[in-house]
């Protein structure tokens, strides 16, 4: 059975900085492209970034780039994403999601539980 | 970036009735490379249906999807208790992915 389970998520002060995992069980996860996708209090879906399976190519939504850094262990079979420069705007629930190959283009066939990022003083 | 909008915003339907939902996209998307969603509260999104018209593992035949270019529609043949939620469309082609705004099914 496939599970994704993230952590790492918490209030934290605008300017601030988060990481966030995502330990994955239940398939070979270097074999798969793996994403983080947010959603804002009450909003929609919004991606924010994917990483090969390999971890050789990355991807980042503009909102984003610059700002956070997507990263995998596949020896620990856990995806990463630090979170710095935090704004009130990337307030979200953060999910995990797992690539139905290997590049990140590619839908999201499993999702984690979600990890909620309150930006705030 | 290829923008996905979504129709209606929100649906008003009754158990049993049948429900068609767009998404119209701003650039031509290949049909290989969409995907519908479904999410209900509190809950992740669920993967329904990618490509021309796979369903995920576990989804009933109730839900079909079609279109090419820049129209698509899910349809949910009759709608079961379970089916009320919210629906996304996403493109996977093209950097940016981008999501639509979702379509809420409610009970009528």
């Known amino acids: 059975e496939v599970q994704l389970v993230e952590s790492g998520g918490g209030l934290v002060q605008p300017g601030g900085s988060l990481r966030l995992s995502c330990a994955a069980s239940?398939?070979?996860?270097?074999?798969?492209?793996m994403s983080w996708v947010r959603q804002a209090p009450g909003k929609g879906l919004e991606w924010v970034s994917s990483?090969?399976?390999?971890?050789?190519?990355?991807y980042y939504a503009d909102s984003v780039k610059g700002r956070f850094t997507i990263s995998r262990d596949n020896s620990k079979n856990t995806l990463y994403l630090q979170m710095n420069s935090l704004r009130a705007e990337d307030t979200a629930i953060f999910y995990c999601?797992?690539?139905?190959?290997?590049?990140?283009?590619?839908?999201?066939?499993?999702w984690g539980q979600g990890t909620l990022v309150p930006v705030s003083s | 970036e290829i923008v996905l909008t979504q129709s209606p915003g929100t649906l008003s339907l009754s158990p049993g009735e049948r429900a068609t939902l767009s998404c119209r996209a701003s650039?031509?998307?290949?049909?290989?490379?969409l995907a519908w969603y479904q999410q209900k509260p509190g809950q992740a999104p669920r993967l329904l249906i990618y490509?021309?018209?796979s369903r995920a593992t576990g989804v009933p035949d109730r839900f079909s999807s079609s279109g090419s270019g820049t129209d698509f529609t899910l349809t949910i043949s009759r709608l079961e208790p379970e089916d009320f939620a919210v629906y996304y469309c996403?493109?996977?082609?093209?950097?940016?992915?981008?999501f639509g705004g979702g379509t809420k099914v409610e009970i009528k």
């Open positions: 650039q031509s998307v290949s049909s290989g490379y």
């Open positions: 490509g021309a018209s």
């Open positions: 239940g398939f070979t996860f270097s074999n798969y492209a």
């Open positions: 996403q493109q996977f082609g093209t950097s940016p992915l981008t």
């Open positions: 999601a797992k690539c139905g190959g290997y590049t990140g283009y590619d839908r999201y066939d499993y």
């Open positions: 990483i090969s399976g390999g971890g050789g190519g990355t």
